[in-house]
Each structure stands twice: as structure tokens, then as C-alpha cells.
């Protein structure tokens, strides 16, 4: 049973496109993330969201249209690929709070070409 | 905003040695995450600490977090391949549910 579970593993596209990458959860969190992590590794929280609801925004362009039809998922649409949105997106959850641990997804590596 | 701060930034070790992570705080942590991620895979969660002083162990790994809670150290016991990946340590920002991470440690244990 995957905890967290993203799809797609891989992104190739190119210049332009819209893209969307999904993320599931089945541990019952009320909270998701997505987190960003760049060629040099440094992982960044994007956005965070509890019952739906946005509660984080990491001043992320808004060509990122994070969006949650249910707690247990949160997917991350982007509009007009850039070459530097080329990274791995992690998607995680956790409980409520800070103090809870967060689980994350296997990520997502998306390349633009 | 609280900035996290890990040393080595890579390091190589021969396998059946020990080594020593550390991970430094620009603020008081309210808690302070390890993490695991090998290549092309999520991230582990190995252990978590909260109060000063205190330290926990998983099988050869252990993690402690100094009295003042500003700074934590990994340590690995008689390394093995297995232990290779990067090691990511992470905090909640006081009141704010996120993790902030510092940049990571890759670690590569050699034969």
C-alpha cells in the first residue's frame, strides 16, 4: 500500500506546454504539500494546504495552479513551461500541526526541453 | 525565516567506518527532522527530536539535538552501502506548518 503515491515518475515536455502532476494520499491527513527540489538538491516547500483549504504560498509564480478537489489529493497544474521549472517535485502529507511527521511521494522528475 | 545549515555537504567514507552529520540552526528548533532520499526515490523519515538534549537511535544511526536546540547531529555506526544517499535534515519554522530543509548531505560509502 503506497502511502503517498504521485504520478507520472517522469515528465519529458517541452517549452510552453501545460502539464499537471497528481498526488494521492491514503493515510487520512488533513494536510498536503508540494515541495520543490532543484538540481543542486535543495528541497523548497511550494504550497501547503489543510482540508482544501491553501494556507502556504511560497511566492511560486502563478503559472503553478496547485489544486485539491479532496483532502486526500492535491494536484499541481503549470501553465507555459519555463526551462526552470526543470526539477523533482515532491508531493507530501502529514497530520495537522507542526510537530507532525510528513510523508512524502517518490516524486515527480519533470524535464523541459 | 529559519535557515538550516549541513555539514559536510558530501562525504565519503570507507565502508565499516563511522561519520557525523551535523545540522545548524539560524533559530531555535521546535522540532528537527532526518530524512533519507536516494536517487530517484522520495524521501525516508528516519527520526525525529524535539527536545533538547535529547537523542534516538534506529538500528546503526543515531541523531541527537544539542541542549540549546539550535543544532543536530547523525551519526553512523560501521557504515554500510546501504547508508549511501542523501541525508536531509528539516524543521517546522515556529508556528508554521511547512518543513524548511537544509541542503543536504550526500553521503557515498566506498568497498
Known amino acids: 500500500d503506497t502511502a503517498v503515491s504521485q504520478t507520472p515518475k517522469y515528465l519529458v515536455t517541452q517549452m510552453g506546454n501545460d502539464k499537471s502532476i497528481k498526488c494521492e494520499q491514503n493515510?487520512?491527513?488533513?494536510?498536503m504539500y508540494w515541495y520543490k527540489q532543484d538540481s543542486k538538491k535543495f528541497l523548497k516547500i511550494m504550497f501547503s494546504?489543510?482540508?482544501?483549504?491553501?494556507?502556504i504560498n511560497e511566492t511560486v509564480p502563478n503559472r503553478f495552479s496547485p489544486k485539491s478537489p479532496d483532502k486526500a489529493h492535491l494536484n499541481l497544474h503549470i501553465n507555459s513551461l519555463e526551462l526552470g521549472d526543470s526539477a523533482v517535485y515532491f508531493c507530501?502529507?502529514?497530520?495537522?500541526?507542526?510537530?507532525?511527521?510528513?510523508?512524502f511521494g517518490q516524486g515527480t522528475r519533470l524535464t523541459v526541453v | 525565516s529559519q535557515e538550516l545549515e549541513q555539514s559536510p555537504q558530501s562525504l565519503i567514507v570507507q565502508e565499516g567506518k563511522n561519520l557525523t552529520i551535523n545540522c545548524t540552526s539560524s533559530?531555535?528548533?521546535?522540532?528537527l527532522y532526518w530524512y533519507k532520499q536516494k536517487y530517484g526515490e522520495g524521501l525516508i523519515f528516519l527520526m525525529m527530536?524535539?527536545?533538547?538534549?535529547e537523542e534516538k537511535s534506529h538500528e546503526k544511526i543515531t541523531a541527537k539535538l544539542d541542549e540549546k536546540k539550535q543544532q543536530s547531529s547523525l551519526h553512523i555506526t560501521a557504515s554500510q552501502p546501504s547508508h549511501a544517499g542523501i541525508y536531509l535534515c528539516g524543521a517546522h519554522p515556529s508556528g508554521a506548518q511547512k518543513l524548511v530543509f537544509g541542503q543536504g548531505t550526500r553521503l557515498t560509502i566506498n568497498p
Open positions: 507530501a502529507s502529514s497530520q495537522a500541526g507542526p510537530g507532525a511527521e510528513a510523508f
Open positions: 493515510l487520512g491527513h488533513d494536510t
Open positions: 533559530k531555535t528548533l521546535y522540532g
Open positions: 494546504y489543510n482540508n482544501k483549504e491553501l494556507i
Open positions: 527530536l524535539q527536545k533538547g538534549g
